[in-house]
């Protein structure tokens, strides 16, 4: 018989020793996910603001593909103009935080001038207005179409135009390049009050302008209403630099409304009617040909340092033979860089977007 098989012991094996991070290595992890973490931020930063500056884009080119339907179809001049928001609680409050309205109106056929009667007395709860126009100015009243809401842009964006005639001078040839847009606005409300009020900071108020986009009846963009003159003052004493520009009479007076705030002329009679400072002001609006929609937030995070000189009604706050005010000059600079640019087809008039 053979001899039983001899049962084998296997030899044990010594314990191995455990794996673990250097701290060297641990830091060289952290430093990479943190890294990866501010590239996301960034990345996700720079897609809302792209994306909310998309959507306000789409959203404007919506409106004014309407406002051009409505002034086919109603054989109209029909203008697209922009307002700070007004809040809730009253109009003379501006919302906040403050965002741009889009305002779609149409031309009543009614010319405003300086002899135009005032009606008995002002709508309440708004203060009279300041009545007289310089004698060469003409001014076409335009009121809100019925039935067309107002959209509201998201807030920290603004819509700009070119200033074609930022100054009337020799060197306004030199000025388009510059962007005209809405104001922020600064101030102290009361909304208790009945009605409720509010006291403009023309030391902090950013100053703006009206800028708007007019159709004609056959849907093409105008420069200006055709079927009114040019110069309205030919005597030899007079100012031939007459113009006519729109408003929109958002109070229903029948005049271009200007604050209780004369900040720029000598009187009632030399009332600048285009300086938007004010949230009740119905300033003159500049027709423009194109128009550019840009991200205010962004703009004041680059230009940080430069924000406090955009404020106030100082000297600069306008700018003159040339040369822009600081808000005018800094703003056009990052408009020119970072907008979505609105076109119009020469022939048609149809809205198209030209992205940054």
Known sequence: MSAPARATRTPSRAPRARAAFTLLELLVVMGILLILATLTAISVGKVTRDAKLANATNSLVAALGNARAIAIRDNAYV?????????????????????VQVV???????????????????????????????????????????????????????????????????????????????????????????PPTYAPDLTRTELGWAIGVLFGPDGRVLSRNPEQVLEVVTSAGGNQNAYVKAFVDANGDGHPYCGNTNVYGSGPNNVDYFIYDEPLDEPLVDYVPFLAVFNDAEARDRFEGSVASWRGTGAGAIGGNGTPPPRIRDQS????????????????????????
Do not use: C, H, Y
């Open 79 to 99: 203008m697209v103009t922009f307002r700070i928001a007004p809040d809730r609680r009253g109009r003379a409050l501006p919302r906040e935080p403050q965002a």
């Open 333 to 356: 600079l990052f408009i020119d860089e970072q907008s979505d640019r609105i076109t119009f087809n020469r022939f048609t008039g149809v809205p198209g977007i030209v992205p940054k």
């Open 104 to 194: 779609t109106a149409r031309w009543t056929g009614e010319v405003v001038t300086s002899s135009t009667p005032l009606p008995p007395a002002a709508t309440p709860p708004l203060v009279p207005p300041v009545r007289a126009l310089p004698d060469d100015v003409f001014a076409d009243r335009f009121i809100a179409v019925p039935g067309v809401p107002t959209r509201e842009l998201p807030t920290g964006i603004l819509v700009a135009g070119p200033a074609f005639g930022f100054v009337t001078d020799a060197a306004v040839g030199r000025n388009d390049d510059q962007w005209r847009t809405q104001p922020r606005f600064a101030g102290a409300a009361n909304p208790s009050a009945t």
